[in-house]
């Protein structure tokens, strides 16, 4: 091989290794810049959500930004009394699901019948108030039907569990770290 060949081959690698956008440098930091704030959208925490989702499959089926103190709800048929029974819960200062208040029609199987917190009668309804009750394992399971009707309340937000795509669905209710990505799809 030539001199001049290899002088011509050494300056075309050398010119395709300018060339390649890639490897320059300024390029080199936007991707280091774009990979690193992927990476902290989609890693840290920026707070709570509360979340439904579908136990099954582990789809979310909705989710919002939760705070300390916040209330939510469900208010249902019972399946054996064929009353209504509303369930009120809190989210304490350590960020557990507090049972706080149980609202009945009567006492029958499934329904309570402890001696716990305030009771009192309101509006047709027993209402056992105070009962600052943990969920036991930090989560609240459901198998909604589409017989009754069973609505979920998170400040003014009223989800209907009684029909799809909650219906028919074992749904799982907790509270998630939410990441700063999470709090973007949420905006939205």
Known sequence: MSKSNRSTEHDNQKALRLSNAFFKKK???ITIIAVTTVVLLLTIQSG???VIEDLQTGHILWQEQVDR????????IHSVEKSPVIEKFKISGDWRILTMESWTKSFGAGLPYEDKGDVEMKDGFFVIKNLNRPVFGGELKFQ??????????????TITFSEPPYSETQILVEIQ????????????
Request: charged share 20%.
């Open 48 to 50: 709570k959500k509360l």
């Open 69 to 76: 103190g916040d209330w939510f709800s469900h208010r249902y």
């Open 177 to 188: 770290n939410a990441t700063l990505w999470d709090q973007l799809k949420m905006l939205f």
């Open 27 to 29: 390029y080199w930091l």
């Open 144 to 157: 909604p039907s589409h017989l009754y009707p069973h609505t979920f309340k998170f400040k003014d937000q």
